[in-house]
């Protein structure tokens, strides 16, 4: 087989880059190790920068989440009983919108799926072969039969776990890592969200965060030790914890219920340099990871497919390599602000285990600052709607 672009990979990076080159009557292959009905099940975070809305409009991909999503003009953060709001909106210009990665990508599948986009699911085996030359192919087997995809591009948005990364030499390839001593662990549960907007908490006890999907759900995050499993937390003592960890008037309104997910994630920071290596490019996790703190996860992979998707439209339209040249130059430079605002965000919330009574005087007079200083405000309102591209 040959196509244009072969895309390792079906999560939302893979998929909206896909459905935006054919926008552009640029042909793909996306490869996907897992089945749609497994990829649809992993929920992830859910607020939306206006240049990730932007681009599903691009890809014409954006109904939905036009007539679901739910804008969010400011969020609220709290310190034990203190309890103040960023104002996005008044800062900035611009809201973000609430509406889960798991529609993101049903959305973009389903799209796919209209216009008869080419996507292999449970792929095994994919080797990426010739990436350093003019002409590429990618092989893999699918139920045990081995094909070939010969094409000019091949793009990486295998996730954290790919083997795109792995495919650039280790001389080549300079990694950049932080990991957090601490996890999240999340429930979804259908009940209607504690307050109209997020609430971001600081507690001796530790981080909580307030978020939803929509009216009647709702998701919540503790922080919690590595050594913890979901399975240590019922569903009891994971609300009697969130309430310990919210100011006492928020507690005081939360409604609770069964939880219908429950799991735990690790926090990591994660840049690989460069994102790109002759005729291959990686994009979103394949090439870095955040903390969930500000989610900032899809909307990062979201503007690597921006600039790819543009050096790729400049290639095919104007025969000219100045995009896809700039790209991991471009791309990183944009990463590393979020890679910036995601460790900030997650240092100004968490406790940490070998936290200081200097260390937690320091968090103290840093929230205090955002919470009485306007250009602070300013600042965390610019990188939480999101860096211009
Ligand atoms: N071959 C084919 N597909 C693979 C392989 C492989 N060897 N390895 C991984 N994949 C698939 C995974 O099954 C997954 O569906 O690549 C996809 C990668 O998707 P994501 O991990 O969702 O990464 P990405 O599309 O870059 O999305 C970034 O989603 O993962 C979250 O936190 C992340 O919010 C961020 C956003
Ligand atoms: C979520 O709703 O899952 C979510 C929201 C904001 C974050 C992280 C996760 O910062």
Redesign the pocket.
Known sequence: MRTQVAIIGGGPSGLLLAQLLFARGIESVVLERKTKEYVLGRI????LEQGFVSLMEEAGCADRLHAEGIPHNGTLISYGEEIFRVDFTRHTGSPVM?YGQTEVTRDLYQAREEVGGHIEFTVENVVIHGADGDAPHVTYTVDGVARRIDCDFVVGCDGFHGVSRQTIPADVRKEYEKLYPFGWL?ILSETPPVNRE?I?ANSPRGFA?C???NENLS?Y?IQCSLDDTPEDWSDEAFWDELKCRIPAEVAAKLVTGPSIEKSIAPLRSFVTEPMRWGRLFLCGDAAHIVP????KGLNTAASDVHYLYNGLRDFYENDSTAGIDSYSEKALARVWKAERFSWWFSSLMHTYPDQSGFDLKMQQAEIDFLRTNTAAQQAMAENYVGLPY
Not at 292 to 295: D, N
């Open positions: 992830r975070a859910g607020v609430v999340g997020l971001y965060l978020s939803m999907r998701r995050y969930p703190t500000g989610a």
